[in-house]
């Protein structure tokens, strides 16, 4: 049984996947990527039967190419995949056009495309925010004058919360526009700005079933801190998941996925509670979630989720975490200004004080360039049986550790 990964970086998230799928029985693993064959590390090039070098994951044409080349050495391919939101869907048409079982186009267009998501998700009755795909600077204007502000801006097929733009007047959505005007090819997603607390669901589907879920809290939410780079953040996945106070999204976050064509995958749900007690789902990935969430929820639940994510894609298999034992939280760290890390003050403080608590860490160092994400330039994961431990443990953390930047 031949599977292939397809991935532009390998990560530690990509060799941990990498490394699950080499320890199925009977599977052979190919790789294609766009580095060359000196850049793969040891212990990954240990794993792989063969690999393929393409110059572009977005052209389906290379894709189907180099799948055929590792299929003519090692047989017909079984499975073919990709972590990467970016590529999917170009993952998606190579195994379409090879006849290779997987989430097809069609239906991943409808988590990939902002404004088919969110018109299938409202044709299903999901609460989610109000909309429209805009093409011209007109349709764009008559959509603020609409809905008013705070708007959101962002691409129809963005991936994380970098390219999103929170605008909260005419001045500051006239200036978004014109460093970025909508047109036929880049169409943009406009949205109303739902005020609330943001959340995620994550949820392990097979064949459109919902099999087990989680959910995660932003500490404050993704946009709110990019908006902010002196804002260090928390991410907190509580213990208590089943409990009513989550009844509504659990029964949303299913209608949401019957909506969309959820077959046999993880998807990665953003919601929000709004002030009055509703809920509204923001979007939809097919994915594992990224910012450490599903490194989380291995320790939460003292369970191998990349183990587990790997045997459902590759043989349609998923055994739920039998106890949901711990709260998790990450706390991650951010530097103000430009430059590299001149000095980090508190961090070996919290580190003496919580450290019987800490599962997992990268944290920055002397010399290290600024991050131009939010996740920043490290974190220590915590965890413990209580989850108003774990929230009182990381807002400490955050408030006593600062990254200095000059």
């Not at 011209?136 to 999103?164: C, N, Q, S, W």
């Not at 953003?270 to 097919?286: H, I, L, M, N, Q």
């Not at 070996?348 to 920043?376: C, K, M, W």
Request: net charge negative; with cysteine.
């Amino acid at each position: 049984m031949l599977v292939v990964y397809v991935s532009p970086f390998l990560r530690k998230d990509v060799y941990l996947f990498l490394d699950r799928l080499s320890r199925i029985e009977g599977v052979r693993v190919g790789l294609i990527s766009t580095l060359e064959d000196d850049q793969l590390p040891p212990g990954v090039r240990g794993s792989l039967s063969g690999y393929w070098r393409v110059s572009d994951l977005l052209d389906p044409e290379e894709l189907v190419w180099a799948a055929r080349g590792l299929s003519h050495h090692l047989g017909p391919i079984h499975r073919m995949l990709t972590e990467y939101e970016l590529i999917q869907m170009s993952v998606a048409q190579a195994r379409d056009y090879l006849d290779i079982p997987g989430m097809s186009p069609g239906t991943l267009l409808n988590f990939r495309d902002k404004g088919v998501m969110k018109t299938r998700l409202a044709e299903a009755g999901v609460p989610c925010a109000q909309h429209r795909t805009v093409e011209t600077m007109d349709d764009a204007r008559d959509f603020a004058a609409r809905v008013g502000y705070p708007l959101v801006i962002k691409p129809v097929a963005g991936v994380g919360a970098r390219e999103i733009h929170q605008c909260d007047d005419e001045d500051n959505f006239e200036e978004v526009l014109e460093s970025n005007p909508p047109g036929e090819y880049n169409p943009l997603q406009l949205e109303e700005f739902v005020q609330g607390d943001e959340y995620t669901l994550d949820t392990i589907s097979v064949d459109g079933k919902a099999v087990w879920h989680s959910i995660t809290r932003y500490l404050p939410s993704p946009l709110e801190v990019l908006r902010n780079p002196w804002m260090q953040w928390r991410i907190l996945t509580p213990r208590e998941i089943d409990v009513p106070e989550y009844d509504d999204i659990r029964r949303v976050g299913e209608q949401a996925l019957r909506a969309l064509g959820m077959g046999s995958n993880i998807s990665h749900m953003e919601w929000f509670r709004r002030p009055d007690g509703r809920v509204a789902v923001g979007e939809v990935g097919a994915r594992p979630p990224g910012s450490r969430i599903f490194t989380s929820l291995n320790w939460a639940n003292d369970y191998d989720m990349y183990d587990g994510w790997i045997r459902l894609m590759v043989l349609n298999q998923f055994t739920p975490p039998r106890e949901r034992k711990y709260a998790v939280g990450t706390a991650f760290f951010r530097g103000i200004g430009t430059g590299e890390v001149v000095n980090v003050h508190g961090l070996d403080e919290v580190l003496h004080e919580f450290g019987s608590l800490v599962v997992e860490t990268d944290l920055p160092y002397l010399g290290q360039i600024r991050a131009n994400h939010h996740d920043g330039e490290g974190y220590v994961m915590v965890r413990h049986p209580e989850t108003a431990v774990v929230e009182h443990v990381i807002s400490e953390i955050v408030t006593r550790v600062r990254v200095e930047i000059g």
